[in-house]
């Protein structure tokens, strides 16, 4: 009579291969691969794992420079649109005919309106 293990041919992935992840998953979240030698596997990981913790912290805090410098130039924008308002308005009050006459009046200068308005030749 034949052995019955020797009758069956090993499947492909087999109990064998599970719990070989599952025995690894356990000693990851345990934290038991660290009790052993530590391998440069195991070091390379770490140093990735660290790296990536790195990049992350310098990207939070470009992210946040970032975001401080678009708030600051929205309120240079906010406080420009407002002096440019006032410009305007100022310019608009200076350009009326009240205006410009009370200026001529101010500095004693020799001009008036016409009375009578201007002559138009016709070809």
């Keep these: 009579m034949a052995d019955s293990s020797t009758d069956q ?16 998953f356990w000693n990851i979240t345990q934290g038991t691969f660290l009790e052993g030698k530590l391998t440069l596997r ?24 970032g975001k401080k410098e678009i708030a600051q130039l929205n309120r240079e924008i906010n406080e420009l649109r407002m002096e440019q308002v006032t410009v305007e308005t100022t310019l608009m009050g200076a350009r009326r005919l009240s205006s410009i006459e009370q200026r001529v009046r101010d500095e004693d200068l020799d001009l008036s309106i016409p009375k009578t308005p201007p002559i138009v030749v016709k070809r």
Excluded: E
Excluded at 9 to 24: F, H, I, L, M, V
Excluded at 55 to 60: K, R, T, Y
């Design 9 to 24: 041919a090993p499947r492909k992935g087999g109990t064998k291969n599970k719990r070989s992840w599952q025995k690894r």
């Design 42 to 65: 195991n070091a390379m990981w770490i140093v990735a794992f660290a790296l990536l913790f790195i990049l992350q912290g310098i990207n939070s805090y470009t992210l946040l420079r």
